[in-house]
């Protein structure tokens, strides 16, 4: 599996982005995906998962202003970011976790810079 994360750019505050991540292999309409983002020195954190139902989950920062969703025919996911922050800036990461049975995979895609400015 290869995930390829793009979309990202500079946005003034209050505007909107969508990040899209095109996903290569097998496995991904049953497989979770989720969105990361990595600030200027600080620790990956989780922006937000989609399971395989299309259950969504996000972290309380973005709750109301980040939507995920998938499309499993075309092997995409995707984050609309919509009144974005200056703290919304990071690099953003797309995520697929699928499970086999005995074990997880973990696949990460390379990243899209997101810079929330004016």
């Known amino acids: 599996v290869q995930l390829q994360a793009s979309g990202g750019g500079l946005v003034q505050p209050g505007g909107s982005l969508r990040l899209s991540c095109a996903a290569s292999?097998?496995?991904?309409?049953?497989?979770?995906l989720g969105w990361y983002r990595q600030a200027p020195g600080t620790e990956r954190e989780l922006v937000g998962t989609?399971?395989?139902?299309?259950?969504?989950n996000y972290v309380d920062s973005v709750k109301g202003r980040f939507t995920i969703a998938r499309d499993n025919a075309k092997k995409m996911v995707y984050l609309q970011m919509n009144n974005l922050k200056p703290e919304d800036t990071a690099v953003y990461y797309c995520?697929?976790?699928?499970?086999?049975?005995?074990?997880?995979?973990?696949?990460w895609g390379q990243g899209t810079l997101v810079t929330v400015s004016s």
């Open positions: 989609i399971t395989s139902g299309s259950n969504t």
């Open positions: 292999g097998s496995d991904f309409s049953n497989s979770g």
């Open positions: 995520n697929l976790a699928h499970w086999d049975g005995t074990r997880w995979s973990i696949y």
